[in-house]
């Protein structure tokens, strides 16, 4: 008669289920024959054995994430015996959620009040002046900061928590790929970026300059390279110091990659553009230089990329999302630089890093975190669900007892008392020609919910079909997301400045 045994099922790496008990055999890293489940009296013991695709270290960094007491108050004892759902690191509570988030996006949304004062400075120089396509740049560099480096954040962030990045071997593969693929990117995407402004810029008024088209490369182009580079930096050494504090990168990386991104990167565009501009009449020779240096560091990016595993293949699928990506936030800086050479709507340059920031900030934590979810329970293409997901209602999005639910409603319940924060910071430092009245107020929050609920709602439904589709979304979310919040966000502070300036709020001292 053959016995059953009640014993706990291990993950392998194989991605075989067996009976912990069974560990012990030398040959653990292959499937069991049934020779070795003889029990001590000869007679057979029934195994049965599921397939899963989860990961081991990826069950060990749930035990590692649940050992945090702000998390989980569950034991954290081995013996226990596991549920058949997927592992998931996600188990967390609300106010843990918060907690994490709170500082990273409070200083992340500091870093998008400094990035604002200081194109509310640089929008009265020469270069921004006479070359006001520099203005169609802002978004789209920001928005390519923000892509780049937020998916470079998420795709480490879920690398740490499945496991990836425990040896220092895997660890110094994962940087270096990682730090060539996006040195690829942002020179390609600030060549494209240039272009596109200088596109966006003859459309209208029908003049080109072949000097300013030039200066608009050069800039675009060194300003991708050295923000990438040391935003790139900044995010490994996150990512690997909260690992070693026990709290999950999925909710600090993001917000940290942008906190000094928006600014490191509006700082250098300002400051290279202006550098080079001073020079068009005495050395012409000097912007066309600059951008051919940096194009032909490619060859050699491209190279240490395609020679690493772990990025080969985002170097040829990770294109069309950084694109069209670049292409949105253009269209988002279209808007700015025709509502910012208004003088009636000066004001807006300075509201606009804020609100895109803040709300690019907290989809990509969204976006990382359903990422992750997913991760955990397979590879793309897998459903943890009994069923094809369909487009989500918002209900589900926002008031279900799911994770990621509870998350979404954490991160837009920060909305306003981050703003306000923000908004008031901006007034004490007397930015913005704009004076806070209790109706500017009203409508600047309006816009903000609206577009936090509005790429909320969107991130829940885009990661998901992605995943459907065997899309990686670490790869493939965050860039349209973030576009998205750029475009968004302009577009609704540039209706809202409108709507202000039509109902006549002189309180507010809009364009002043």
């Known amino acids: 008669m053959t016995s059953k045994l009640e014993q706990k099922e291990t993950p392998q790496a194989n991605g075989a289920v067996v009976p912990g008990d069974c560990l012990a055999s030398p040959e653990r890293g292959q499937r069991a024959e049934p020779a070795e489940f003889l029990g001590a009296d000869g007679t057979g013991v029934e195994v049965v054995v599921l397939e899963s695709r989860a990961n081991a270290k990826g069950v060990r960094e749930e035990d590692a994430l649940l050992e945090n007491g ?167 050494g996150v990512i690997i110091g909260s690992r070693k504090m026990g709290i999950n990168p999925d909710n600090v990386a993001t917000p940290i990659a942008a906190s000094l991104g928006d600014l490191i990167t509006l700082a250098l565009l300002s400051g290279i553009s202006w550098g080079l501009y001073k020079e068009l009449e005495s050395k ?58 208004d003088p009636n709507f000066a004001g807006m340059a300075v509201f606009t890093p804020v609100i895109n920031g803040v709300g690019g900030n907290l989809v ?41 639910s509870r998350s979404a409603r954490v991160l837009f319940l920060l909305v306003v008392p981050g703003h306000l924060v923000f908004l008031y910071t901006i007034s004490s430092m007397q930015g913005g020609h704009t004076t806070l009245t209790l109706i500017f107020i009203v409508f600047y929050m309006t816009a903000a919910l609206l577009q936090v609920l509005i790429l909320l709602y969107i991130a829940d439904w885009m990661v998901h079909w992605m995943w459907g589709r065997d899309l990686d979304p670490d790869n493939f979310s965050i860039p349209y997301l973030t576009a998205l919040g750029d475009l968004i966000g302009t577009g609704l502070l540039a209706l809202s400045f409108h709507i202000l300036w039509l109902i006549g709020d002189r309180d507010s001292d809009v364009g002043d």
């Open 70 to 236: 702000s998390q989980s108050n569950e034991s954290d004892d081995t013996s226990t015996d596991r549920g058949p759902e997927p592992a998931s690191p996600l188990k967390e509570t609300s106010f843990s959620i918060g907690l994490q988030v709170l500082f990273p996006f409070l200083l992340a949304g500091f870093g998008t009040v400094a990035a604002g004062m200081v194109l509310d400075i640089v929008q009265h120089w020469d270069v921004f002046k006479y070359v006001t396509e520099v203005f169609i740049l802002v978004p789209a560099l920001l928005g390519l900061k923000g892509n780049l480096e937020m998916t470079l954040a998420s795709r480490l962030s879920t690398a740490a928590n499945i496991g990836q990045m425990d040896t220092p071997k895997e660890l110094w593969k994962m940087i270096t790929g990682n730090m060539a693929l996006i040195q690829v990117q942002a020179t390609v995407v600030g060549f494209l970026a240039s272009i596109a402004a200088v596109v966006f810029g003859w459309i209208p008024d029908g003049h080109f300059s072949i000097d300013h088209a030039v200066l608009l490369c050069a800039s675009s182009v060194a300003t991708a390279f050295i923000a990438s580079l040391v935003l790139g930096m900044i995010m490994i």
């Open 284 to 341: 012409a020779y000097v912007n066309p230089l600059v951008c051919a240096f940096f194009i032909s560091l490619l060859p050699i990016w491209i190279i240490i990329a395609k020679r690493n595993s772990a990025t080969r293949e985002v170097l040829y699928s990770g294109w069309e999302p950084v694109i069209i990506a670049m292409a949105i936030s253009s269209v988002g800086g279209l808007i700015l630089d025709r509502t910012v050479s």
């Open 364 to 404: 990509a934590v969204q976006a990382s975190r359903i990422s992750t979810y997913l991760h955990m329970s397979g590879m793309p293409g897998d459903s943890p669900e009994p069923a094809p997901r369909k487009c989500p209602s918002p209900c589900s999005t926002f008031f279900s007892s799911d994770v990621n």
